[in-house]
Every structure is written in C-alpha cells, then in structure tokens.
C-alpha cells in the first residue's frame, strides 16, 4: 500500500515540475500540470481498485481471512487520489524550485538517450520485439512447468509452536496416558536448549487437535512445545521445522499410543494435506477399506502423521441380568441398573448450603468397595419386599466392547484417514495417494472422496480465476471510458498477461513453490497495478498526435517524457514490498528494525510475484506496449479505420466522444 499510495502524486508532481522547466509559473505549471495527467491518474487509481474490488467477495473463512488486505488498499488508493490531484499540486506551487528548476532539462539525460536509442530499435524491428517476447513467455512457461517447485495452498513457513498429540486406545487409565506423556518428556530432554516452553496437557486435547477425533478423555494427552522466537531461531542457527522432524523420528518406538508431531496450524482452518473419506452404510466394510488403504500409502514418501479416526470399540464391564432368577427373587433389571449405577458413579441426593453458596450431596460407595469386581459381587439388591438380595445371584460381569464414535457425511457413516505432507509439496503427495488408491479394490458400497487441504484448494483456485477474470473485465470497462476505443485497452491489457513472464522468473529464482492464495492474489495486484504506467504512456502518445505529432515521433517523445514517472512509480512500489520479500520489518515493541520478520514467510510468495511481474512489466510497458501501439496503428490506418484527431479538429482531450482507433 505504501508503495502504491505515491504512484499518483509521482505522477502529477513530475508534470508539474515538466511545465516548471519549460518556463511557466508554479502556479500555472501546477494547474497545467495537474490538469493534464488527471483522467489517467484517476483512471490508473480506478483499474487498480478495479482489480482488487472482486477480493471482497471472497466467500467462507478464506475470504474472512485475506479480506483485510483489499480493504486497506482500496481506502489507501482511494485516498491517495485526493491527495495527488489536490494537496500535491498546492504544495509545489508554493514551496517548488522556480528558476533552478526552469533552466533544467531531462531530455538529454544520458539514461534517456539510450531509452530513445532502445524504442527506436524496437519500432524498426518491432517483428523482432514481439515475437522475442511472446517467445520468452512460452519458454518461462513450459521451464515452470519443468523445473518449477510445485503449487502450495498456503506458504510452509517455520513454526513457533509444535505439538504432540497422544491418542492411547479408549479405555486406557489417565495413570497409563501420563506415564506415556513422561515418556515422551525424557526423549525431549536432549531439545531443551531449542525449546523456550514445554507444556504437557494428559487426560484431555485441550484444543491442540481441533481436526481430531477425539475432544477429551484419560486416554488423550498432548504436549505443546513453545520455540524461541523467530528472530533469536534464526540468529541461533537452527530451524524448529527440523527440530520437529528430529523429534518425530525419535518418538517412533514409543507404544501403547498413537503419537502424532505436527507443526503450528497458520491461518484458516484448512485440513491436512492427505483427507481420504471412506463413504457407505456398511460400517464394517468401511473399516476393511479404511485399514487396507492406510497399509497401503503408509510407506509413501513425504508422508507424516497418518492417523484413522476410527476408533477401536472401548472395553467395557456389563453386568448380564439373569432374568429368569431376578424374576424368582423379586428384583427387577431396572431395580439392578439404579443401583449399580448409584454405586459406581453416585447420585445427587441433596444440597448443602453455606451461607451463598451451593454444594452437591452425592451418594457413592467408598473407592475400596467399587474397584474390584469381588467386591461389586458382595453388594446386595433390595428385593421387591425389601428383602436383601446377593448381587451375585442375579448374574454375572463380562468385559465387552462398547460402542465406539460413528462420524456421519450427508447422513452416512464415514471414516476419514489423515496425514501432512513434509519434504515434499502436499499436492505431489496427494497425487501419490490417488494412484496407489486406486488400485485398492473398495468393498461393494464404499466409495472414496478427497477433501480437507484439496477441498480448499479448489475452492480458492475457482474463485480466484473467477476474481482474475471480472477485475480484467472491470479494467477493460475502465480503460474503454478512458480511451474512447477498444484497441488500446487491449494492448495495455497485454502487459498484464506478460507481466507473468516477472511472476514465473521470479518464483523460478527464489526457488518458491506457486502459491494458490498469496502469489494468486499477488497476481491479481498486477492486474490492476501494471496497467497504470500504460496508461499514462498510452494517453500522453494520443495527446501529442492529437498535436500533430507523427505516431513514431509521438510514441518516441511520450516514452522520454514519461520516462522518469514510470521508472520512478515502479521503484517505490518495488522498494516498498521488498522489506516483505526479504523478511526485514520494523518492531513497534521494541522499537528496533528486526532483520527477520516471521510473518515475512507468509506474504513473501506474493511481494515476489508482485517485485518481478512489475519489474518486467515496467520493461515491456516501456518498449512493447509503444511497439504494439505503433503497429496497430498502422494496420488501422491501412485498413482505412481513421485515426486521431489532430489540433486544428481537436475536441476536448478527455470529452467522452467515440472516435475510431
């Protein structure tokens, strides 16, 4: 945003200060100056409001998440569009230069010279110039396509926070779950110094496995392990994603639970990597399939913390009524069932009260005559009459198993295998799990569905080519109004798509991974961003042939005059995202530059996307886009299609008249 809110008044104040050389007043040279550039500034600051405009409709928990970025550039923007077309123009004419600045000349400035030389050669050879850029965008392509690193939905960034989940099998005691817990605080021993915290949490998830299947019981547990922060990490040497990995491998050999060591969860809640839904009515058949494919991708490669939410059946102890002898001594199953309940697990029978307060009266056998079965066998039943009757005589304890947890989707049962992807791209994982899946053969009545990570990548790749696709419909509307002809939107919409030519490199150098959220959205920036230096360009060619300027002196003298604004509006956006790139941000806490920023591994895959395609685009805006416009003229020309017209017939430069290419 900062990078973008001084584009416009770059813009304006360099005009101004052009009508300064030239010998008119700052007065006159800041309205003649203004004046001039306003349509293109407001429609430059109108095509990237355009493109950022559909990021607002962004449906679901990703949308309320990445909607505050479009919000804060679009009243940005907004702003700074006042600011450039009034309080800049009051400021230079009152404090700008005056007679230094009216004997200066930037037309011979040795960068500009050259700048001529180059579009000169470009507007002879313009069959050169455009197939060698079309040919570098195909080549860019197909090395991605090649050598590139993968597609992401959300930047793998270095975590903060780790976790380790327990899961015992149901029925195991909180003694067993925290004697396992202990187990795995000794192997962490060797950790110590990489750890800032260590949190262990047995008997319940305490939220640290909100994709589980389990919310709480003794045989859950989990330990939180807490790093330094990112800063010190990084000037330590070492990286807690690795530590993590070190850690899984050495809790491997630990049994009688299932151990699962992930990494912090970053933003919206979004599944694992690998979500493999087993589908049908037959539940046991779903456990046949669900276990046959977890031996089959267990082994996959970069496959970590695979994990069934299937839950083996939890023992119990059951209590089998005689009837025929309960109905001979009096006593009733219900009569048993109240009292063997009463006894284990008690019963509120009244309240104490002292002074406010409320305290529950609850009838319950001691520990000592409920903890074992010979025990329980010596209780006696109140008979119908009263008469005392042997537990024992009334039936027999068996251990049994009960009922597990039964998850349903679109009201049918369903069990899910997980795991992350680590080492590797989840999306190269994922494909891995498909093909060996689908050799698997599926009981008859189950089928198979993807969903979690896969699930929310489709869903954002949809809408943000739905949102790439109305913002170049917006723009085009926008530059339509601007130019009174449909030819020249087209050729500035071209920057857009060459500008992938900076976004592919760039990745390419970095040795980033496409992201679907941030370099997508970094993506659609450009579309809005890449179109204003073409803008400027485009209409200050028109004007001087509306002079009476030749096309090829037009173009030539509107790229050397609109030189230094092009150049300098692409630098400050570039040096205003490079901090980002890099990792170096300002600490308000402490008041320091921190030289590594950790929420820089988050938006970095999208200021690079942003840095190259306007870097590259910049040179095509520059050479191309004067080059296209050239020819396309031409070809219009000969084709008897009109032209522009030129002083003597002119119309008000901006007036909303349509008039042929």
């Not at 392509?141 to 149901?170: H, M, T």
């Not at 996959?300 to 939410?309: F, I, T």
């Not at 998850?407 to 498909?434: F, M, N, S």
């Not at 956006?573 to 820089?600: C, H, N, Q």
């Amino acid at each position: 945003a900062l990078g973008m809110l001084v584009d416009n008044a770059i813009v304006v104040v360099e005009n101004i200060y052009r009508h300064m050389s030239l010998g008119r007043s700052r007065i006159e040279a800041a309205m003649k100056g203004a004046s001039e550039v306003a349509w293109p500034v407001i429609s430059s600051t109108a095509t990237t409001l355009a493109a950022f405009s559909p990021l607002l409709f962004w449906p679901g928990i990703m949308g309320d998440f990445m909607k505050y970025m479009p919000i804060t550039l679009i009243i940005t923007l907004s702003s700074s569009l006042l600011v450039a077309l009034v309080i800049s123009p009051t400021l230079c004419s009152v404090i700008a230069g005056g007679k230094r600045i009216a004997r200066q000349s930037g037309s011979h400035h040795p960068v500009i010279a050259i700048y001529r030389r180059v579009l000169g050669f470009s507007l002879r050879h313009w069959y050169a110039t455009l197939t060698a850029t079309v040919l570098v965008l195909a080549g860019l392509v197909i090395c991605y396509a090649k050598w590139g690193y993968g597609i992401e939905l959300f930047p793998d960034i270095d975590p903060r926070y780790g976790i380790i989940n327990i899961r015992s099998p149901q029925g195991t005691s909180i003694e067993e779950s925290d004697r396992i817990a202990k187990a795995i605080e000794r192997r962490l021993l060797p950790y110590r110094k990489d750890l800032k915290h260590l949190v262990t949490n047995v008997g319940s998830a305490g939220g640290a496995d909100p994709m589980g299947s389990d919310t709480g019981g003794p045989h859950i547990g989990n330990l939180t392990l807490v790093f330094p922060e990112y800063e010190d990490r990084m000037l330590a040497g070492y990286n807690s994603g690795d530590t993590i990995k070190k850690i899984r491998a050495d809790l491997t050999d630990i049994a009688g639970a299932e151990i699962k060591v992930e990494k912090q969860k970053e933003g919206p809640p979004t599944g694992a990597a690998v979500t493999v839904r087993f589908i049908g009515k037959d539940y046991p058949k779903l456990q046949q399939a669900s276990e046959a494919a977890r031996l089959a991708i267990a082994d996959l490669p970069g496959l970590v913390n695979l994990r069934s939410d299937w839950v083996a059946t939890r023992p119990e102890l059951a209590f089998n009524v005689d009837r025929r002898r309960a109905m001979l001594m009096g006593v009733s199953a219900a009569v048993i069932g109240n009292f063997l309940k009463t006894a284990l697990f008690g019963r509120e029978v009244g309240i104490y009260r002292q002074l406010t307060e409320e305290y529950d009266i609850t009838l319950r056998l001691p520990l000592s005559q409920r903890d074992k079965l010979e025990e329980l066998l010596q209780l006696k039943v109140p008979g119908n009459d009263g008469t005392p009757v042997p537990l024992s005589s009334l039936g027999e304890f068996v251990y049994t198993g009960g009922m597990g947890t039964i998850r349903h989707v679109d009201a049918k049962p369903v069990i899910t295998l997980t795991a992350d992807a680590e080492g590797r791209q989840g999306e190269e994982v994922l494909k891995d799990v498909e093909k060996r899946l689908a050799k698997i053969e599926l009981p008859q009545g189950v089928e198979i569905r993807y969903a979690g990570e896969k699930e929310e990548q489709e869903e954002a790749q949809t809408f943000l080519l739905k949102a790439f696709l109305a913002a170049l419909g917006l723009i085009v509307i926008i530059l339509v109004m601007q130019f009174n002809t449909l030819s020249a939107p087209l050729i500035i919409m071209a920057t857009v798509v060459l500008s992938l030519i900076g976004v592919l490199a760039g990745l390419l150098i970095c040795r980033m991974p496409f992201g679907i959220i941030m370099t997508g959205v970094g993506v659609i920036s450009l579309a809005g961003v890449v179109v204003n230096n073409a803008i400027v360009l485009l209409d200050y060619t028109r004007l001087l042939q509306r002079r009476g300027k030749d096309i090829v002196e037009a173009a030539l003298e509107a790229g050397a005059t609109r030189l230094r604004p092009v150049l300098l509006t692409a630098v400050t956006t570039i040096l205003g995202l490079i901090p980002m790139a890099v990792g170096v941000s300002f600490d308000f806490t402490k008041l320091r530059i921190a030289w590594y920023s950790e929420s820089s591994q988050w938006w970095a895959s999208m200021a690079i996307a942003v840095i190259f395609g306007l870097a590259f685009a910049t040179v095509l805006t520059l050479v191309v886009v004067p080059t296209l416009y050239v020819v396309l003229y031409r070809l219009a020309a000969a084709m008897g299609m009109g032209g522009i017209r030129k002083a003597g017939e002119e119309e008000p430069v901006h007036h909303p008249v349509l008039e042929d290419f």
